[in-house]
Structures are given as C-alpha cells and as structure tokens.
C-alpha cells in the first residue's frame, strides 16, 4: 500500500506541472505514471489531448485473471540483487530489455555506454520504483480515461508482453495499437524512424485538435 501511495503522489506532482491539453507520453513505467496522470487529470479538470505509451501495461505483476505480466518472483530476485551491487543488477536488466530484438547486440551496448556515462541512479529510487511495479494495478480504473491514445509496443517484449498491450487496445475505442516487428522493449530503438514518423502523425492526427 505504501508504494501505491507513494506512485499516486508523484503521478499528483507531474499533473501539477502539466500544461492544458498536453499530450503525455511514457515508456515502460512511465507510461504506467502517464496512465495514473492521466486518470488524476481526469478527475481534477484538466484536458489532455492525447496519451502515448510505449511498452506500458496497466500491471507489471501476475495474478489469476492476469497472466500478462511477469511473476513476483522476478522483482524478488531484482529487489535482492540491488541491495548486492546495483551496477551489475542494472546490467542485466538492460539484457533483460533487449532480450527477442533484432538489434539486441547493438541496443545493448548503446544502454551500457550510457549506464557507464552516467552516475549510477540512486538505489532507494530504484527500490521504489520496483515497489510500484510490484504493487501498482490501474486496470479497473481505465474507463475514466477517454482521450486518444497510441499504443507502441514491441513484438517480443520481454518485461511487458504485448497481450498487455492487445487488451489496453480492446479496453478504448479511440486507441491505436502500432506493434514494432522484431522489437523488445524499446521499440523507439529498434526503429526510431518510424517512430518518429508515428508521434509526428499522432500530434497532427484531427482527432486530437
């Protein structure tokens, strides 16, 4: 309850920060904050124009009526290996994300250039955030969200599968569902002109003006 708790409030910091019919867009946890946002706005007034979300899901975790997901287990193991040595555990996530691409090799070692580039994320930070995909399930919540979105998502992704992505489809009649052959988890990667050329077309599409 208490990682919930603390999703919802950070997803209530960005509402505060966004713009009057904006269009919100999330990758992989992201977009399940972009989906809690967009409900908040929802709720408090505000208009968006749209929602992007790339390799989301309305629920990280398995459950008996949602076999979408990964098993608990999986978090376990990572919550572990954080508290071990953090720079190895974020490594093989990053094999773990491109695991099915066609360009696993390459993405992975652009993921790793930057990892080294970059001071090493705080490991609290990265506990909650497990905690939140642990814990966190929007799905009941969905109807009240009714504003044009695109769905990205990638053929094999490995940490969110794309049937999660099939029945977030089925859940809107105003979503667009675009999957990316032989892409993982970063389908913006995978083929970054395409998709490119989607968000422009989503931004300019009538619907949302």
Do not use: Y
Request: glycine content about 6%; some cysteine.
């Amino acid at each position: 309850m208490q990682a919930t708790a603390s999703f919802t409030r950070t997803a209530e910091t960005l509402v505060k920060t966004l713009p009057d019919k904006c269009i919100l867009c999330g990758w992989s946890l992201g977009g399940m904050l972009a989906l809690q946002a967009a409900l908040l706005a929802a709720q408090g007034g505000k208009t968006l124009r749209g929602l992007i979300l790339v390799g989301s899901t309305p629920r990280f975790t398995q459950g008996v009526d949602w076999p979408h997901a990964q098993p608990e287990s999986l978090l376990d193991t990572f919550i572990a290996a954080l508290a071990t040595d953090a720079a190895v555990t974020l490594q093989r996530f990053i094999a773990l994300l491109n695991q099915g691409d066609t360009q696993a090799r390459a993405l992975g070692r652009t993921f790793l250039k930057q990892l080294h580039a970059d001071p090493l994320p705080d490991t609290a930070t990265l506990l909650v955030g497990l905690g939140w995909l642990r814990d966190v399930d929007l799905r009941q919540q969905l109807a009240a969200i009714d504003v044009p979105t695109l769905l990205v998502h990638g053929e094999h992704d490995p940490l969110m599968p794309l049937h999660a992505a099939l029945w977030l489809n089925e859940q809107w009649p105003n979503a667009q569902l675009e999957v990316f052959s032989g892409a993982a988890h970063a389908p913006f990667l995978n083929d970054p002109e395409r998709f490119a050329r989607l968000i422009a077309d989503f931004f300019h599409a009538p619907a949302i003006h």
